[in-house]
């Protein structure tokens, strides 16, 4: 029978039941953290994961099986697979930084398309957790100092540029303002793009990703215009959009209203000013991707621009004088800016530059891209040979009209998107525009995409302009017959030609748009007048942009209408209020410093010439007026560089009479600024394009002394970065050393000749002599740099100077501009030596693995050391003598370092410091045994009793390596002396020389120092196995003996007396195997020395021979019988031969 509805049919007998169940058991964690909690137990999941660099939830779902639910139909799937690949991304940082960044590195391949396909999901919460997504990965990424150049997502970049690309052209209205925050984050490199950050100095540092994205620019800005071109910034009612105080003359008919529709009136608005509030977020976040994905283009060019600029210069780049030239080097006077020669080095026979005269110029520095006058890379590189027109391929024309094309579409688009925010305020009797506080942000933003397209424009037209040369066509003439024609799409334009004229068309109208709305103010009163004062600074930058860099000139002189207009606007706010800069830091956007930066760019487009001048090889300026140009730069140099005081100014030209601690305390605060450096780069040009001919007739004595004025407040903004600026260090050094330069130091300058140039130079020279202590003077923990005249008991080797942090390219500018001043003052020959005595302590200390210390490297120190040399003769000798000795480090030894191995050759690590002292010691002047060593005579007394101490001390490690290096100094520079008499007086081959410092005192001092070093060395031999073999043995006696060797044989007298002493003190049978052994085979190496003469041909008189014998007699009774007979007998034979031959 058929069985009932809803129920089943009974099992058969014979039925198997088949189901199973199944359950799994996961460990999350073992041992001690059982007990520690959820959270730790989290931590510790992660921290195996990244043992098997693998990616986990908190919840310990792998990234595949989350990955797996993206693919899933449902939206709340894919949203809850989004949360749990967040949710193990922000785990990451639990951990380390480098290997959170390393796990996260090793599942981009895997991670990135998928999150890649949820950026075009149709679901809105979906796309926004993807847009989150990739925000976490960037913010994890960065957290890491090795990563956060983003190095590891530059591979994906063509990937992900395609995948914008597809959101940005997708019918889908939504999906396209995602695709815009899209770009956003790839241009900017950071999770949350702001206005804030497009307008930061400090955001001008690519990153590695953002310059692979320039190269898929040309790809995202057609749609990026689209999308542009599809909001309306006009759709803002004047109720929402204006402000209070534009509302009160609608009050009246407000009144009249009945109240019977307020409610419904109210609920209407509400619903107005939501949708009102979510278009003016989109058309702002839309123009922030744009403005971020320009300025990406606009810092690659830059980039590449320098990086062409270091390829095409090949010039000759050696700073460094050789170290053999012996000869005397001069100043080079004179030169030009960029070149900025250094030294004229004139070789002797016995050098290695004796056959030519080598110039060493200076040509490392950094290329900064000149934002305002676009024509620093002229000046530096040649010009690039121009190709015929006609060899320029017909697929090259039509890609650069169409890359033209498309730029001046999106000019237009942008001119008509100002119109509409223009619109939303108010137009006034004269020029300018009142408008609402909150519109402001959104027409700043707009201004400066404005400024990057014209600038994305230039950059491209440079790369183009010797195919298409700027012709004499003016840009409104060539609109009007094309307006008597009709109006001309530019997809009917023919040439590039006429697409450049086309752009030049949009540019005028875009200056002229811009000039009739300017300046912005505010309805009424306003609480944030520095919001204003952005906003109008930001259009002189764009009217600077736009109208300074005009593609088409006839030639002419003639003033632009927009100068006058800036120039009224920019004059009275040049200042730089104190406050303004304390208050508020850098980083506000809208703070004084920002404004005041972007008004000194204009201000520079102002005062520097143009690039295009005419043939007759005068200057043109935009402000044609030098009269204005003089007032608006006397406005410049009040503001940012004021007399400063000096105290050893003589006429107080361009130094202040009288020193005010507030206006040096506040001179520091503007450096620090953004504006305060753009300033410092504008003195530099001034000085580049004006340096060789400031000295010349036709240059206005007022513009000479005033630029002179600036640049000796040049070392107060070097100061007061700290090292911290390298770039612009190293320009404002460079600037002031071709200034320098041509100057007279010898002040043989005759009083008709004086000028007023001149004695404001003289003051200058001066003046740097005392202002540019400070950058060799140690900082100390606070923030203010120590007096220059304060002393120090004792050098602290942690400290460092402003010197030592810089790049060594611009120490060598540093440097040099001491030696072509001159004259050094005691502050800095004192520092100077402190700098180069670390600089060698650090290289003993980082040879032994010690504690490292930052220093100036040992070729940088040799500078320094050839550099003063030089200088020699224009400072006391009593400095110059102090200036080596504490510069060669010997006095301030650390026995810590030394010591650390016991290794009896580390009392040869300071030879090379001390074959440098004793060089330039015996080079010092002429005859300098007679007048420089009777002045060192308290030191080599000093440093000749070390040695003598190091029993007293009872080996004491700290000090008894010092004092071996400071004996082994001592008599190493005795040496050099009598070596270099032996040299003058040319008598190599006779047996003495004469002496006038060496004495019956120094004598014995000299020879008990020999003899402790000796017995020092042999109870070294005796500790260590460092001399187990003969050879090692021989080495190190070579080695210390050598010099000992010189004296012996030319110092009348000195070897008999060392003879004698040896005798007395092996009669006195105290001394032990070691010394005997040491003391034999250092008489036998000096009998056996050759270097410079045989030893044994000054071994004639009898009484010398008798000594000799018996003090080979002596030693080899002593040790007959012993381990050491058959060294004595060698000994003895040796005498014995010796003496025979002589006979």
Known sequence: ????????????????????????????????SLDKGRQQQGKDATLSSAKRMELFSSRGNTLATLQMSLRHHAAPVRASGLKGIRDAVQSLSLLDAAIGVAILEANLPSLLPHLCRCWLDEDDDVRALALNLYGDILKCLSSSLESVDLKCLAPFVPFLCAYASSALNSLDRSIRIDGSSIVAMLASAVQSPSFSQLMSSSSSKMSAMSRELSHHVDSLLPSMERLLTSVSLGRRASSSGRSAESQKSNTAAGQKRGRSGKNASSVQTKAVSKRESRESTTAQSILLSLAFLLRTSLISNDDMSGMNHTIRDKTQRDLLPSLYVSGECSFLKGGSAQSNSLLLIRGTEGSRAADKTRICSIRDLPAIQDEVTNNSINALVEDIPTD??????????????????????????????FVEIAHLGKKTDANGLVSSSNDLETMDVLVQIIRLSHSRFQSYYQSISKYYPRTETDASKSNKKRVKGGKKSTKDLQNVQECLV?????????????????????????????????????????????GGGAMFDDGKKRTSPWVNTVFSYVLPRLTCDQDSYESKPEDDSYSESISTNMLLKVVMKLLLPIGNNSDDNTKSYLLNNIVKRQEILEAFAKAFFPQVYCQLAPHHVIYASSSTVELERKMRNVANTAAGRTACILVTKLVAQSADSLFNDSTETEYATLLLQMISVLPTYVVAWEGKYPTETGLALASILSVVRQWEASGNVSEESRTPVTLALEELCLGLRYSLEALYIPIEDSPAVKQP??????????????????????????????????????VTAKELSQICSKAFISHIATTNGDQEYEAVSLDMANYIREVVHLSRRTMPMPTYLSFLLDGSGID??????????????????????????????????????????????PIIEKWLLAPTKIKENDGASNETMKLLVQGRSAISILSAFTWDDVLSHNCADNDFVPSTILDDKLDQLLLNSIL??????????????????????????????GPVAVLLRYRKGMLKQFLETVSKRVAAQGM????????????????????????????????????????????????????????????????????????
């Open 1 to 32: 029978p058929r069985a009932k509805v809803g129920k089943r049919a009974p099992a058969k007998v014979n039925a198997t039941d088949t189901s199973f169940k199944t359950a799994t058991v996961a460990v999350r964690s073992q041992g001690q």
């Open 789 to 826: 005249r304060k002393k120090r008991k004792k050098a602290n080797l942690k400290q460092t100077c402003i010197l030592e942090r810089l790049p060594e390219q611009a120490q060598k500018l540093a440097i040099g501009l001491a030696g072509l001043l001159q004259s050094p003052t005691e």
């Open 1072 to 1143: 032990s195997e070691t010394e005997l052994e040491i003391y034999m085979k250092a008489i036998l190496m000096i009998l056996k020395s050759k270097d410079p003469v045989l030893m044994t041909s000054m071994i004639r008189s009898d009484d010398l021979q008798k000594v000799l014998l018996s003090v080979a007699k002596s030693i080899e009774t002593i040790v007959s019988g012993g381990p050491l007979a058959h060294l004595g007998g060698k000994l003895q034979h040796h005498v014995n031969t010796i003496c025979s031959s002589n006979q």
């Open 502 to 546: 086309a752009h030049q068309t949009s540019v005028d109208r875009v200056l002229q748009l811009l000039l009739e709305n300017f300046p912005v103010k505010s309805f009424g009163e306003t609480t944030n007048p520095e919001r204003y004062e952005f906003s109008n600074a930001c259009i002189c930058s764009a009217l600077a942009e736009l």
């Open 1012 to 1041: 402790s070093l000796c017995e020092v060395s042999g109870s070294f031999w005796s500790k260590g196995s460092h001399f187990d073999d003969t050879e090692a043995q021989q080495l190190y006696l070579a080695k210390l003996m």
């Open 388 to 417: 015929d027109l006609s060899s320029r391929p017909k697929e090259k024309d039509a890609e650069s009209m169409e890359k033209v094309q498309q730029m001046t579409s999106l000019l237009e688009t942008l001119r008509g998107k």
């Open 892 to 937: 301030l030894t650390t026995g810590i370092s030394l010591m650390q191995k016991q290794s009896p050759d580390n009392v040869f690590l300071y030879d090379s410091a001390i074959d440098q002292l004793s060089r330039f010691l015996t080079t010092s002047c002429d005859k300098a045994s007679q007048k420089v060593l009777p002045m060192l005579r």
